[in-house]
């Protein structure tokens, strides 16, 4: 048995909440959420026992992407309130013991941030060179980058004959860190959020920052692999540790905050340099090897196009990163968020198991090392929707999509549109179900998107009143996690690695063992315990369905989306 030489951090033994504003709770009936009407919410976030509140983007902003295109990054969206609504945020949740982390989006503005409108203005405007402006060649894109959200990275601009660079939508103009001047204006503005008492930021596609010298075309060989349009030249970029190493030591490294970075594209090793305690830039990061695992390598759809999954393939992927990061990085565990469908929806059985595979998935979470993300919602199992016709649908990258591959390239549009209930971010933004009052008690007006009509089932009055409910559960596990230290700090072991059904770990802290148990399946598979996991105690700490404590745990005949977790000494 091994103990773990690593740090204590407050980060690592946190549980954070990840609030999508705009679907949040709404307190003045616009049928858009608000900052206010997160405040009426902090006391049931208290109840759930979580330490940390990641809040997506809440400052001004025209919302083509809905606030990660900003138009100002130290003021607030008039939908969701004032400045002083946040200071009064901040300080209830202060209050209450909670902390709260900013969404720090500084990969691009939106086209309508000050410093783009001088931008595009002329070639000798002061602001020019804060984006990446470049001529066209032969008439066309300066070179052959992909947008992530559907067509070419770059657009024309009238003014000055010239294109800008948008690795995202056209709204949202890329900023050119290689600038010192913009680096000075974000490091200026993350350190007046700092100042004003936030506790942390999680920083947007933070590994795009840097882009390769003279933006070369990329060379595709596989014209389906979208990394090859462009990701090998702007993903983990030539300058990006020299960018985020001056942003640590300009700013971060004056505060006692945490830090999560959302780093599509990396690898164990990236993570590793990324987050190591002795010359890492963040204390965390957002890996997305495991969201892949449903989608077709090489398609062209790209995460369109829905394969499905096995648990063999996800062990393998989540065991490497616990593996590979323990004792030298840190990561988050995370199964939902704003960009992903509900995971009750897509690991688990949204109907006939619901509860029980809500469950389940959160035990198998949470059990691992990293700090845990619940996306609102995830805690009273809300799940995916499936509107009837693309005209329900709001989220910027799906209507390209449509547009597109329907419209442009005329692909079936109903196979369309179930990848879109499938897959789509609009999953996510449907809004909190409170209660099974109309529209789900998100708003007293019309909500900008429509309510998940399971509402009446599956709501927060509802989860508050049956001791059974997911909420319930949850809040047991943010629980364990303060009293086990080895849930936080245990190494981690895969059981079964060829079991199709049954996942299941163990962890190991000094002299003790965690055990955890979990069935993917709605089937009964048996589970035998290996015969080098030996111990002469044992404690059951938290379970889904009713088990004897006293039950040998030899041999195990598991119920449907069955999870358990033992402490063994
Ligand atoms: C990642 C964010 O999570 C997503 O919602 C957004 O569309 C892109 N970055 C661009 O900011």
């Not at 997160?38 to 400052?59: A, C, F, N, R």
């Not at 509802?462 to 996690?481: G, M, P, T, W």
């Amino acid at each position: 048995m091994e103990s773990i030489p690593k740090t204590k951090q407050w980060w690592k033994e946190a549980v954070v909440y990840q609030i999508y504003p705009r679907s949040f709770k709404d307190s003045n009936g616009d049928g858009i959420g608000d900052l206010r009407g997160i405040i009426e919410k902090l006391d049931y976030l208290q109840e759930l026992g979580v330490d940390v509140v990641w809040l997506s983007p809440v400052y001004k902003s025209p919302n083509d992407d809905n606030g990660y295109d900003i138009s100002d990054y130290q003021d607030i969206m008039d939908e969701f309130g004032t400045l002083a609504d946040w200071d009064e945020l901040l300080h209830e949740m202060h209050a209450r013991g909670m902390k709260l982390v900013m969404d720090l989006v500084v990969n691009h503005t939106s086209d309508e941030h000050h410093w783009f409108i001088e931008s595009r203005k002329s070639k000798d405007n002061p602001y020019r060179d804060y984006y990446i402006w470049r001529p066209g060649k032969d008439g066309k894109e300066p070179n052959n980058w992909q947008s992530f959200f559907s067509g070419s990275a770059w657009q024309y601009d009238e003014a000055t004959g010239e294109y800008y660079l948008h690795l995202f939508s056209k709204k949202q103009p890329d900023l050119n860190w290689e600038n010192e001047k913009v680096r000075e204006e974000i490091f200026n503005m993350m350190t007046w959020w700092l100042d004003r008492g936030i506790d942390g930021f999680r920083m947007d596609v933070i590994n795009l920052l840097s882009k390769v010298e003279g933006l070369p075309d990329a060379p595709v060989t596989n014209p389906n692999d979208r990394y090859q349009w462009g990701g090998q030249y702007f993903v983990n970029g030539p300058k990006l540790m020299d960018y985020l190493r001056e942003m640590k030591e300009k700013v971060l490294s004056k505060y006692d905050i945490m830090t999560v970075g959302e780093t599509p594209m990396v690898t164990t090793d990236d993570a590793i340099r990324f987050t190591n305690e002795q010359d890492g830039v963040m204390n965390m990061l957002f890996q997305f090897e495991h969201m892949d695992v449903d989608s077709k390598p090489g398609s062209p759809l790209g995460k369109w196009d829905i394969q499905p999954w096995k648990l063999t393939d996800l062990k393998k992927i989540m065991s490497k990163w616990q593996v590979e990061l323990h004792g030298k990085g840190w990561n988050s565990l995370y199964l939902e968020n704003h960009d992903q469908p509900r995971s009750v929806s897509r690991f688990g059985d949204d109907k006939t198991y619901h509860v029980e595979s809500a469950k389940m998935l959160a035990t198998w979470l949470h059990m691992m090392q990293g700090t845990p993300y619940i996306y609102q919602g995830q805690e009273i199992g809300m799940t995916n929707v499936s509107f009837p016709s693309i005209e329900y649908y709001r989220d910027v990258e799906t209507i390209n999509l449509w547009n597109d591959v329907v419209v442009n390239k005329g692909y079936d549009p109903d196979k369309i549109l179930k990848a879109i209930h499938y897959r789509g971010r609009d999953n996510a933004r449907t809004p909190m179900q409170w209660d099974a009052t109309e529209h789900a008690g998100f708003t007293t007006g019309t909500p900008w998107i429509n309510v998940n009509p399971n509402y009446r089932d599956i709501n927060v009055e509802q989860a508050l009143k049956d001791e059974n409910s997911v909420f319930h559960y949850y809040k047991k596990l943010i629980r364990l996690r303060k009293e086990h230290p080895i849930i936080v700090y245990g190494s981690y072991e895969l059981l079964l690695e060829d079991d199709e059904q049954i996942y299941a770990y163990v962890r190991k802290f000094n002299d003790e063992q965690l055990l955890v148990i979990t069935n993917f399946s709605s089937e009964q598979p048996t589970f035998t315990l290996p015969s080098h996991i030996t111990f002469t105690e044992k404690q059951l700490l938290i379970s889904n369905y009713t088990v004897d404590e006293n039950e040998s745990i030899d041999t195990i005949v598991l119920k449907p989306y069955e999870a358990r977790v033992y402490k063994l000494k």
